[in-house]
C-alpha cells in the first residue's frame, strides 16, 4: 500500500508548519474510500486546531491533532451527548486511524457556524437562541455525568489546582499585559475557595461558542440547528459551561448574558458580583484561556484594562 506521506509529528510548532499540507485532503480521500463515503466534493474546513474536511453533505472527516487528547474525549463525548439535548448533535459514523493519526468521521448537521452570520441575526433572534442554550444546557447538564469514562473525567479537583499553576505562564505565551502578569498569582489565590462546594460533577460540552453553534434562518427567523465540536468535554463544575459562550459569544452584552443565565435556572438575585468572580475565575482557569483575545473582542483598549476592571466588562450581567 503506497503511503500518502503524513508528516511525522513530534511538536506542536511542526504540526503548525504542516497544518496545510496537501497530504491531509489525499487522507481523508482515503478515509471516505475505507468506509464507503461519498467524497465529493470534499472541502477542507478553515477552522479549528484540528484537520477537517467536509465529505460530501453528509459527512465530516475529523484527523486529531496530537497537541492535546481529543480523540478519546470527542469520541466518548459524541456517544455520551446523542440524544440527551434539545438540539441536534453529531452522530458517531465511524473511528480509526491513517498513519498513526486517530480520525473520526462523524454526520455532518445542517446549518452555518453562528459566528458567519452573528452579525445579521436581529437582536429578538439572538435573544432567543441564548435563551435556548441556557435551557439545553440545563437539559445536558441534568443527567448524571460518566465518570466512569476516562477520557471524559479529567479530575476536575486536579484539572483546577493544575490550570491555577500555569496561569501566569499561559497568559504571558497569549500576550496579556503585565498588569494582570503580576496581579493573577495573587487573584486566583484570593478566589479559588469560590470553587468549592460547587455541586456534584456534569458532564460539559466545554466548548459552546459561535464557532460550534449551528444556525439556519428559517420563515424570517434564526433558529438553532445543531451544535458540533466535543473534542473539549469533560466532567467538571457547570459554571465551567459558561466560559465559551460568555467570552467568545456573549461577552460584554449584560442582556444576552442574563438571558443564557436565566433560562439555565440562575433567579434575579443570584446573577451577582459573587457569580460574576466565580466566571471570571473560570475564564482564567478555562483549558484555553486566552484573556488578551478575550479582551480585544471588546475593544483595542480593554487590553490594557486591569484585571479587576476586565472582569466587570466581560461579564456584564451583574450591577455593581
Given at each position: 500500500?503506497?503511503?500518502?506521506?503524513?508528516?511525522?509529528?513530534?511538536?506542536?510548532?511542526?504540526?503548525?508548519?504542516?497544518?496545510?499540507?496537501?497530504?491531509?485532503?489525499?487522507?481523508?480521500?482515503?478515509?471516505?474510500?475505507?468506509?464507503?463515503?461519498?467524497?465529493?466534493?470534499?472541502?477542507?474546513?478553515?477552522?479549528?486546531?484540528?484537520?477537517?474536511?467536509?465529505?460530501?453533505?453528509?459527512?465530516?472527516?475529523?484527523?486529531?491533532?496530537?497537541?492535546?487528547?481529543?480523540?478519546?474525549?470527542?469520541?466518548?463525548?459524541?456517544?455520551?451527548?446523542?440524544?440527551?439535548?434539545?438540539?441536534?448533535?453529531?452522530?458517531?459514523?465511524?473511528?480509526?486511524?491513517?498513519?498513526?493519526?486517530?480520525?473520526?468521521?462523524?454526520?455532518?448537521?445542517?446549518?452555518?457556524?453562528?459566528?458567519?452570520?452573528?452579525?445579521?441575526?436581529?437582536?429578538?433572534?439572538?435573544?432567543?437562541?441564548?435563551?435556548?442554550?441556557?435551557?439545553?444546557?440545563?437539559?445536558?447538564?441534568?443527567?448524571?455525568?460518566?465518570?466512569?469514562?476516562?477520557?471524559?473525567?479529567?479530575?476536575?479537583?486536579?484539572?483546577?489546582?493544575?490550570?491555577?499553576?500555569?496561569?501566569?505562564?499561559?497568559?504571558?505565551?497569549?500576550?496579556?499585559?503585565?498588569?494582570?502578569?503580576?496581579?493573577?498569582?495573587?487573584?486566583?489565590?484570593?478566589?479559588?475557595?469560590?470553587?468549592?462546594?460547587?455541586?456534584?460533577?456534569?458532564?460539559?460540552?466545554?466548548?459552546?461558542?459561535?464557532?460550534?453553534?449551528?444556525?439556519?434562518?428559517?420563515?424570517?427567523?434564526?433558529?438553532?440547528?445543531?451544535?458540533?465540536?466535543?473534542?473539549?468535554?469533560?466532567?467538571g463544575a457547570r459554571e465551567y459551561e459558561f466560559v465559551a459562550p460568555g467570552v467568545l459569544m456573549v461577552q460584554g452584552d449584560g442582556e444576552l448574558q442574563r438571558a443564557l443565565l436565566g433560562a439555565y435556572g440562575y433567579g434575579e438575585s443570584g446573577l451577582d458580583?459573587?457569580?460574576?468572580?466565580?466566571?471570571?475565575?473560570?475564564?482564567?482557569?478555562?483549558?484555553?484561556?486566552?484573556?488578551?483575545?478575550?479582551?480585544?473582542?471588546?475593544?483595542?483598549?480593554?487590553?490594557?484594562?486591569?484585571?479587576?476592571?476586565?472582569?466587570?466588562?466581560?461579564?456584564?450581567?451583574?450591577?455593581?
Open positions: 500500500m503506497t503511503r500518502l506521506g503524513l508528516p511525522d509529528i513530534t511538536d506542536r510548532a511542526a504540526y503548525e508548519r504542516h497544518f496545510r499540507s496537501p497530504a491531509w485532503a489525499r487522507a481523508a480521500s482515503v478515509v471516505c474510500a475505507r468506509h464507503g463515503l461519498r467524497a465529493e466534493p470534499l472541502a477542507r474546513s478553515p477552522q479549528g486546531e484540528n484537520v477537517i474536511f467536509f465529505a460530501g453533505a453528509r459527512a465530516v472527516v475529523k484527523i486529531f491533532s496530537p497537541a492535546r487528547d481529543n480523540f478519546a474525549r470527542e469520541r466518548a463525548a459524541l456517544r455520551f451527548a446523542r440524544g440527551r439535548l434539545p438540539v441536534e448533535t453529531p452522530e458517531l459514523l465511524h473511528e480509526g486511524e491513517i498513519e498513526g493519526w486517530p480520525y473520526l468521521v462523524i454526520g455532518r448537521l445542517g446549518g452555518e457556524a453562528s459566528r458567519e452570520v452573528w452579525a445579521r441575526v436581529p437582536r429578538r433572534d439572538r435573544l432567543e437562541i441564548v435563551t435556548l442554550v441556557g435551557a439545553a444546557l440545563r437539559e445536558l447538564h441534568a443527567h448524571e455525568a460518566p465518570l466512569e469514562e476516562p477520557a471524559l473525567n479529567r479530575d476536575w479537583p486536579g484539572f483546577v489546582r493544575r490550570q491555577a499553576r500555569r496561569a501566569v505562564e499561559r497568559q504571558r505565551a497569549c500576550g496579556a499585559n503585565p498588569e494582570w502578569l503580576e496581579r493573577l498569582p495573587s487573584y486566583v489565590e484570593e478566589r479559588i475557595g469560590l470553587l468549592e462546594g460547587g455541586g456534584r460533577e456534569v458532564f460539559l460540552h466545554g466548548d459552546v461558542h459561535a464557532g460550534n453553534l449551528l444556525l439556519a434562518e428559517e420563515g424570517g427567523r434564526w433558529r438553532v440547528r445543531g451544535l458540533v465540536d466535543f473534542g473539549d468535554s469533560l466532567c458580583a459573587a457569580l460574576r468572580a466565580r466566571l471570571m475565575l473560570l475564564t482564567v482557569l478555562y483549558e484555553c484561556s486566552d484573556l488578551r483575545k478575550y479582551a480585544l473582542r471588546l475593544a483595542p483598549e480593554a487590553a490594557t484594562y486591569t484585571l479587576d476592571r476586565l472582569e466587570r466588562a466581560i461579564w456584564a450581567f451583574a450591577s455593581d
